[in-house]
């Protein structure tokens, strides 16, 4: 079988720094990928990790260990308009399906 | 502009009626793909195309059909057959020589059963 599991809800304060982790067990491992959804919107891609390692683009970082099946997106210096569903997803083969987590919910108080 | 293009974007069906979702993309890329998302859900996958022609079935393909006969176009038919239609549907596209294999979502269409 294959699963992505993160956790279904996180909270944090504006400004703070937030860390949404994400464990996988897939027959195949070719990449692992975050993306944001606004309630009601379309996803958008923010990183992409096919190495071991940490990706930083501005304010979002992305962290991989393969060895572990693991993965985490870190936010930082919070804002309001980051309040958001942060899906991870993982792509088992070369053009082959990309597989979503259930989505983690996070909502940046004042 | 180069983007990706659902309608309608709010859609209604009948009982026993089959309905066509529209996807069209102008950004040349070779993979399409269809997600169903429930409320406070993921993104399961339903199709996708990896090139004009060819189609494989995802996780949850039953009760829905594709087809791609042109490389811009990927519609989605949700058959009488799929007995829990009501869904946001999500149409992306994807191109394969891109190292980050980046998709690009649509803005989706809702489906809700009359």
């Known amino acids: 079988g294959q699963s992505l599991e993160q956790p279904s809800e996180v909270t944090a304060v504006e400004g703070a720094i937030v860390q949404i982790n994400c464990t996988y067990q897939t027959s195949g491992f070719y990449g692992l990928s975050w993306y944001q959804q606004h309630d009601g919107g379309a996803p958008t891609f923010l990183s992409y990790?096919?190495?071991?390692g940490l990706e930083e683009t501005g304010r979002f970082s992305s962290f991989l260990s393969r060895s572990d099946s693991y993965g985490y997106l870190l936010l930082q210096e919070l804002q309001m308009k980051d309040s958001a569903s942060y899906f991870c997803?993982?792509?088992?083969?070369?053009?082959?399906?990309?597989?979503f987590g259930q989505g983690t919910e996070l909502s940046v108080k004042p | 502009d180069g983007g990706i293009t659902q309608s309608p974007k709010y859609l209604f069906r009948k009982e026993g009626q089959n309905v066509t979702l529209s996807c069209e993309q102008n950004?040349?890329?070779?993979?399409m793909y269809w997600y169903r998302q429930d409320p406070g859900q993921g993104l399961r996958l339903i199709y996708y195309?990896?090139?004009?022609?060819?189609?494989q079935k995802g996780d949850i393909a039953e009760g829905y059909s594709v087809s791609r006969e042109k490389k811009e176009s990927f519609p989605l038919t949700v058959t009488s057959a799929q007995k829990n239609p009501t869904a946001f549907y999500l149409c992306a596209s994807s191109h394969h020589s891109a190292t980050n294999e980046k998709l690009f979502f649509g803005s989706g269409t809702q489906l809700s059963v009359l």
């Open positions: 990790n096919a190495l071991d």
């Open positions: 195309s990896q090139i004009v022609n060819d189609f």
């Open positions: 950004l040349n890329h070779d993979a």
């Open positions: 997803a993982v792509r088992k083969n070369q053009g082959g399906k990309l597989i």
